[in-house]
């Protein structure tokens, strides 16, 4: 038994040696692999690595893209939180009030209340805060940032009150207007109570005195109704200012490539592009406010020159959060330059989106002229973002917000409905005749589909918003024996020739008529169902076809 013993514990021992060197080795290579991962690896922009993200604005594939146009999201509709403190955005809340209640002096109404010769005085500071809490009541979905004093309605008991506001929903610091009328009363111990509420905009003693503009000259009739103009608003064009100015700025110019007058989301996916590089090169973009609406956005069916990029976009947030300046000035001040100095202004012209940003990055150049003269889709201004340039360029999406004039149709529609609705979406057009790519569509969003599919995910009688490009009014009557359907064509009045987005667009395009065009209709449906409590979307709620055709889902 002992030579047994000898002959096997050498053997058992060297196999745990054998396995603990085993493990051990394993164990390094492994503490090895990992320091190497950790010391190499460059986490990804999440601007380019979030296709979540990258999908809401378009898609790209081999060059094109491939969009749906019926939704535009911009950067107001992706931000995290709305922007406070330089713009006093803070909502008027119960503690908010309950402290200015506090300031009031304790006394009472010297006739009883009881008495019928008691009379609304609507400049009580107790009329306002008697409307304030009604309002935080009814309108939750509204944040409240200040009130007017209210004034005398058409009755003794009436009060027309205004105040701005924005919707919980939008996270922009934009602001907004109402002014209602409330009928006042008292309760049993003689505080004011309200009685009724006006509908939107039915204070008409409250709002703002209409200033008349100088038509002189623009051929319009007198029978066009002056504008409110929106104080929030300045379109006004950022200028260099002096020679000096102009010396010592540096600039990144694009000449107009292949993307013009091509689809908007395309534009947008180019422009920001452009802008991200700008930044990336601590440079000034200098920005072409013209552009090219694609066909499928015009009453003509072709393409439309001429159109100003502040019809569609704010460009009072953009010249804020971006350098920017305007094409034609900027060109005119060069010229200038030219002439009037012996020393020319620095140019460096770049032939193709091949020499990437990185490369450009220390050039001292007053000017960097990228030029687009290659065929498409080689002449496309986002082929200067694709590659490694990837990785530094980051498009400012935050920068890109809808046109406040367009805003204000928003609101006024969401508002006309007290913002108490439903919404559907339903896309039809082109892709409800393409059955190769949507072989359901057309039949899931007829009139009797949607019917039946709606009752079961909105309540009856609810206020239903129809956002479409379908473009027969009538095709949702079926809807209208069980909701309160509002489409956007109910709303004509908006845009008409007697509105405020008429005249003040009108003046901002030198005195011509715009049209309103297919684009701000995606533009102002998008916004309005966004602002719905319910939504409903065609694509997995109305039809089990792909958003991008068969097997893209």
Known sequence: MKELNSTTDPIGQNLIKGISNVCFSVFVFSVLIFTIIA??????????????????????????????????????????????????????????????????PAETLKLGCESENVVVNCSDPRVLITIERFNLRAFKSIAFLDYQTPVNGSKPDECDVAWRFRNKKEKSWRKYRDFRRFRMGFSDDCSYKVVHAGRWHSGVNARRPRIRVNTAGTGRKARIAPPVRDEDINDTIPVIGSDSAFRDGRYLYYSRGGDYCKEMNHYLWSFLCALGEAQYLNRTFVMDLSICLASSHTQSRKDEEGKDFRFYFDFEHLKEDASIVEEGDFLKDWKRWDKTHKKKISVRKVANHKVSPMQLRTDKSTIIWRQFDAPEPENYWYRVCEGPAAKYIQRPWHALWKSKRLMNIVTEISGSMDWDYDAVHVVRGEKAQNKELWPHLDADTSPDAFVMKLQGAITPWRNLYVATNEPFYNYFDKLRSHYKVHLLDDYKYLWSNTSEWYNETTQLNGGRPVEFDGYMRVEVDTEVLYRAKTQVETFYNLTKDCKDGINTC
């Open 39 to 104: 010391i190499t690896y460059q986490p990804p922009d999440p601007w380019e690595s979030s296709r979540a993200l990258t999908r809401v604005f378009t898609q790209v594939e081999n060059a094109t893209f491939k969009v749906d146009n019926s939704v535009l999201k911009t950067g107001e509709d992706v931000a995290t939180a709305p922007m406070v403190g330089a713009f006093s955005l803070v909502p008027i809340t119960e503690a908010s009030i309950e402290k200015s209640e506090e300031k009031l």
